[in-house]
């Protein structure tokens, strides 16, 4: 052996142990990522863990579902094809709660029957918090087909898929729109369901497979008839942020902020010749903390075998008039207010009876001031201006 190859040994030898010192380490950090090695945490049942699907958890009530389900410990799954939804939300959700086993994200279609069941097979939910939906009143009118696919349709593949994987529990997020325009207010839950928009109906004929489902099932399932959503998470972190495209359809809450930025002109208020003091509609405000809230409580207390159906509103109405007025003292700005004739599809007066829910879940709103809830909701517009950011 020459003095050249003496000296390359000891080489290779030191850069063989370094590849094995390497080799061991990224084995020992692999082991330690659930998914990676081992075993996924999101598909097996843990004792005193209760994992809950989010559908639609990306969108503006889901995220703040979610957001409410870590703060109390429950193992949380996000589904969303990010069609209304926003994975910026996603983003705040997963920066403040990044232990493993507590937050997932899964981009998919519900209208995928395949994709649903694959994802059932590959993780152990316990329970199922269904607010995935197209949701605007005049876009229903204007495209309806979408609207039974989406919805309805949609929710027959997410209870197909629970019953064939044996998940046991359904918080089902539904709306006062069932109802259509009852002839006596306020609404309870009795109330006759004669939807007058697609949007209206489409949730109507899920309930009903629903509840068909559940005569002849031990599934715990809670339906959730809610009202007009307002506000956002009262420490800032979420907020409302719909596509510019909507703007037209969305809800008014987000339109009125869009005026006060000057992002659009002014706020287009369609209706003035309704049956009501002012001539304006009348809506029950929800703000989306007491909503999320009630979701909980549902979740808590649903019972194998039973169905608790209930309204999620204040109990009284406010006029658009009203909300408009209110908004303004909310933002600072004299928004400029258009006068419209009626939506297709709108309706003159809807407004909750929410005993129910109190006597049973032990729920009431406690967020009712109006403007309060517009001013915390502007304080996130405000500064966020462009929404989450970039899709």
Same mark, same amino acid.
């Given at each position: 052996?020459?003095?050249?190859?003496?000296?390359?040994?000891?080489?290779?030898?030191?850069?063989?142990?370094?590849?094995?010192?390497?080799?061991?380490?990224?084995?020992?950090?692999?082991?330690?990522?659930?998914?990676?090695?081992?075993?996924?945490?999101?598909?097996?049942?843990?004792?005193?863990?209760?994992?809950?699907?989010?559908?639609?958890?990306?969108?503006?009530?889901?995220?703040?579902?979610?957001?409410?389900?870590?703060?109390?410990?429950?193992?949380?799954?996000?589904?969303?094809?990010?069609?209304?939804?926003?994975?910026?939300?996603?983003?705040?959700?997963?920066?403040?709660?990044?232990?493993?086993?507590?937050?997932?994200?899964?981009?998919?279609?519900?209208?995928?029957?395949?994709?649903?069941?694959?994802?059932?097979?590959?993780?152990?939910?316990?329970?199922?918090?269904?607010?995935?939906?197209?949701?605007?009143?005049?876009?229903?009118?204007?495209?309806?087909?979408?609207?039974?696919?989406?919805?309805?349709?949609?929710?027959?593949?997410?209870?197909?898929?629970?019953?064939?994987?044996?998940?046991?529990?359904?918080?089902?997020?539904?709306?006062?729109?069932?109802?259509?325009?009852?002839?006596?207010?306020?609404?309870?839950?009795?109330?006759?369901?004669?939807?007058?928009?697609?949007?209206?109906?489409?949730?109507?004929?899920?309930?009903?497979?629903?509840?068909?489902?559940?005569?002849?099932?031990?599934?715990?399932?809670?339906?959730?008839?809610?009202?007009?959503?307002?506000?956002?998470?009262?420490?800032?972190?979420?907020?409302?942020?719909?596509?510019?495209?909507?703007?037209?359809?969305?809800?008014?809450?987000?339109?009125?902020?869009?005026?006060?930025?000057?992002?659009?002109?002014?706020?287009?208020?369609?209706?003035?010749?309704?049956?009501?003091?002012?001539?304006? &509609?009348?809506?029950?405000?929800?703000? !989306?903390?007491?909503? +999320?809230? $009630?979701?909980? #409580? *549902?979740? /808590?207390?649903?019972?194998?075998?039973?169905?608790?159906?209930?309204?999620? &509103?204040?109990?009284?109405?406010?006029? !658009?008039?009203?909300? +408009?007025? $209110?908004?303004? #003292? *909310?933002? /600072?700005?004299?928004?400029?207010?258009?006068?419209?004739?009626?939506?297709? &599809?709108?309706?003159?007066?809807?407004?909750?009876?929410?005993?129910?829910?109190?006597?049973?879940?032990?729920?009431?709103?406690?967020?009712?001031?109006?403007?309060?809830?517009?001013?915390?909701?502007?304080?996130?517009?405000?500064?966020?201006?462009?929404?989450?950011?970039?899709?």
């Amino acid at each position: 052996m020459n003095f050249t190859d003496a000296k390359r040994k000891p080489n290779v030898l030191g850069k063989v142990v370094l590849a094995v010192v390497l080799t061991v380490f990224c084995v020992f950090i692999l082991k330690q990522s659930p998914g990676i090695a081992g075993t996924n945490m999101f598909s097996v049942h843990e004792l005193g863990v209760t994992h809950v699907l989010v559908t639609g958890g990306a969108g503006f009530i889901g995220s703040h579902a979610a957001l409410r389900l870590l703060k109390d410990n429950y193992r949380v799954t996000i589904v969303d094809n990010l069609s209304r939804g926003n994975m910026g939300a996603v983003r705040i959700l997963q920066g403040l709660y990044p232990e493993p086993g507590r937050l997932q994200f899964i981009y998919g279609d519900l209208g995928d029957a395949k994709f649903v069941n694959k994802m059932f097979s590959e993780n152990a939910f316990d329970a199922v918090m269904h607010f995935a939906a197209v949701a605007y009143v005049g876009e229903s009118t204007l495209e309806p087909l979408r609207y039974y696919h989406n919805i309805t349709a949609n929710t027959l593949t997410v209870l197909e898929a629970m019953a064939a994987h044996g998940i046991k529990t359904l918080i089902y997020s539904s709306t006062c729109a069932t109802y259509g325009e009852p002839e006596k207010m306020p609404i309870i839950e009795a109330t006759p369901q004669f939807p007058i928009n697609p949007y209206g109906k489409a949730k109507k004929m899920a309930e009903d497979i629903i509840l068909d489902f559940s005569k002849n099932s031990d599934m715990a399932v809670m339906i959730l008839r809610y009202f007009n959503v307002i506000g956002s998470d009262p420490e800032g972190r979420l907020g409302e942020a719909p596509r510019p495209e909507l703007r037209e359809h969305g809800r008014i809450s987000a339109a009125c902020f869009e005026a006060a930025l000057g992002t659009i002109p002014g706020l287009k208020v369609r209706g003035t010749d309704y049956n009501t003091p002012d001539g304006t &509609g009348i809506r029950d405000y929800i703000d !989306v903390t007491d909503l +999320v809230d $009630a979701h909980v #409580k *549902a979740l /808590g207390k649903a019972q194998s075998g039973k169905v608790g159906i209930y309204n999620v &509103g204040t109990g009284k109405g406010r006029s !658009v008039k009203e909300f +408009v007025e $209110a908004c303004k #003292k *909310a933002t /600072g700005v004299e928004i400029k207010v258009d006068f419209l004739s009626r939506r297709p &599809g709108d309706y003159a007066e809807v407004y909750s009876d929410p005993s129910k829910i109190y006597r049973e879940l032990n729920w009431t709103a406690k967020y009712t001031d109006l403007q309060e809830s517009l001013s915390v909701a502007w304080r996130w517009q405000k500064s966020h201006r462009n929404g989450y950011g970039s899709p």
